[in-house]
């Protein structure tokens, strides 16, 4: 079981605006940024948020926030190649450890 | 541009011992903490270790933790992972990462290494 709890799935249509989120605890979520990473199937992961700021080279269809111990990662105007598992991460102080969430899958219909 | 190359993965048995090794270029590595990242074939990711930037601190998974060591050769631009013990549970697709400062969570990451420990 993953310490952040992520959607097993979610799926949207070409232009669509999707959020995904990734629930944690005051001593992860709750105090530190948060990661989103992109993985396309059979490739490596790709960071497409850090913290609410976005890496060079990632389209600005992507965004993220936070409120609370819940992240949020919203793709807005959904393209066929966002279709891919997204992973949220971040530090978790407490148990001095980095955590991931579970990875949710993103369809494009 | 950033690059982080692993290597050394291999098919190893139950017990043995394996060594990975991740390249770093294109950055001033001994600035930046990294870290060691798997991924078992269509499982989720799950971080390993952590080194920081003068080899402290270090902090292990509890998978990892009495079995692996991770170490760094600022000279060499490189990081390490020293693998002792290996179980068919360890058998994953290993990245390096590295770390962008906020929050320990990370900004670039290699293409990965595969580790099979099998009889």
């Known amino acids: 079981q993953s310490a952040l709890t992520q959607e097993a799935s979610v799926s949207g249509t070409v232009g669509q605006k999707v959020t995904l989120s990734c629930v944690g605890n005051?001593?992860?979520?709750?105090?530190?940024?948060v990661g989103w990473y992109q993985q396309i199937s059979h490739g490596g992961p790709q960071t497409v948020m850090l913290g609410n700021s976005l890496p060079s080279g990632i389209p600005d269809r992507f965004s993220g926030s936070k409120s609370g111990t819940t992240a949020s990662l919203t793709i807005s105007g959904l393209q066929p190649e966002d279709e891919a598992v997204y992973y949220c991460?971040?530090?978790?102080?407490?148990?001095?450890?980095?955590?991931f969430g579970g990875g949710t899958k993103l369809t494009v219909l | 541009e950033v690059q982080l190359v692993e290597s050394g993965g291999v098919l190893v048995q139950p017990g043995g011992s394996l060594r990975l090794s991740c390249a770093a270029s294109?950055?001033?590595?001994?600035?930046?903490?990294m870290n060691w990242v798997r991924q078992a074939q269509g499982k989720g990711l799950e971080w390993v270790s952590y080194i920081g930037i003068g080899s402290s601190p270090i902090y292990y998974s509890e998978s990892a933790k009495g079995r692996f060591t991770i170490s760094r050769d600022n000279a060499k631009n490189s990081v390490f992972l020293q693998m002792n013990s290996l179980r068919a549970e360890d058998t994953a697709v290993y990245y390096c990462?590295?770390?962008?400062?906020?929050?320990?969570?990370?900004?670039?990451w290699g293409q990965g290494t595969l580790v099979t420990v099998s009889s």
């Open positions: 005051s001593n992860n979520i709750g105090s530190q940024a």
């Open positions: 991460s971040t530090w978790d102080h407490s148990l001095s450890t980095h955590v």
């Open positions: 294109g950055f001033m590595f001994s600035s930046y903490r």
């Open positions: 990462a590295r770390d962008s400062g906020k929050s320990g969570i990370f900004d670039f």
